[in-house]
């Protein structure tokens, strides 16, 4: 199984009841009236960016006029200005924006995937929803693994989806469980004696970014160290 195979399993799967019901009703009759005219992808978000990356991106889920929209990660909202701006300064991302399929966005040595793959109501999935699609995620950290060097989680509750990942399938995760903050860091060890740095910033989501509580600067400053 490649990456391609992943994203494309990804992008049909129904497995929570309550999101695939969201997703489709904000894709049909719930679209924003800016993008009446425009389809919707109305499925869940497959990862984007370069298929042997280096560094794994883990957000929070699609937003239901962003991901939801477009069909790929962070892109069509706020939050994905910020992130691919970051990614742009850091030389991952061969341009600033993320616009749609078909505008030339590449990422190098980045791969960009999220705890929970479907538009969730409130931006806020159940319990259940996120142990469900952590699977998902489960698939993405395996296949990563071999030529991987850390991992970015944006927000507490990619940082938790990472670590409960990681102990799935095996991983070595620091006891007491490494606790969630802008700049937190910790390490994982692969069975195979890999180890990974996974690294903490806080969401690119506008309550953050809007209210200052994240800066750029503060951003850039975790994306140097991975
Ligand atoms: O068609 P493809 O080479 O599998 O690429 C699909 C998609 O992934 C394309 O829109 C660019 C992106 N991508 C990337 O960002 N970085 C890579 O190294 C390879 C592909
Ligand atoms: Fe499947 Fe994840 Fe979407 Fe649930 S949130 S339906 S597990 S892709």
Request: aromatic letters at 6%.
């Amino acid at each position: 199984a490649d990456v391609a195979a992943l994203d494309a399993r990804v992008s049909v799967c129904r497995a929570c009841p309550r999101l695939v019901a969201w997703r489709e009703e904000v894709a049909t009759a719930g679209r924003r009236a800016a993008f009446a005219d425009q389809p919707y992808w109305g499925r869940p978000g497959p990862g984007f960016g370069d298929p042997r990356p280096e560094v794994l991106v883990v957000g929070l889920a699609p937003a239901a006029n962003g991901t939801n929209r477009t069909g790929r990660m962070f892109t069509g909202d706020r939050s994905g200005d910020w992130i691919y701006a970051a990614l742009h300064r850091a030389g991952y991302a061969s341009r600033p924006t993320s616009t749609a399929a078909g505008d030339g966005l590449e990422l190098t040595g980045v791969r960009i995937v999220a705890a929970v793959r479907c538009a969730p109501p409130a931006n806020r999935p159940t319990p259940l929803e996120r142990t469900t699609c952590g699977h998902w995620l489960d698939r993405d950290l395996e296949l990563a693994a071999p030529g991987l060097r850390s991992l970015l989680a944006l927000g507490a509750i990619g940082w938790d989806a990472t670590l409960a990942a990681a102990r799935r399938l095996g991983w070595e995760v620091p006891r007491p469980r490494p606790r969630f903050g802008h700049d937190a860091r910790t390490e994982l060890r692969t069975p195979d004696g890999r180890t990974l740095r996974l690294h903490g910033s806080y969401h690119v989501s506008q309550q953050n970014t809007f209210t200052g509580r994240l800066t750029e600067e503060m951003l850039d400053a975790v994306i140097a160290r991975l």
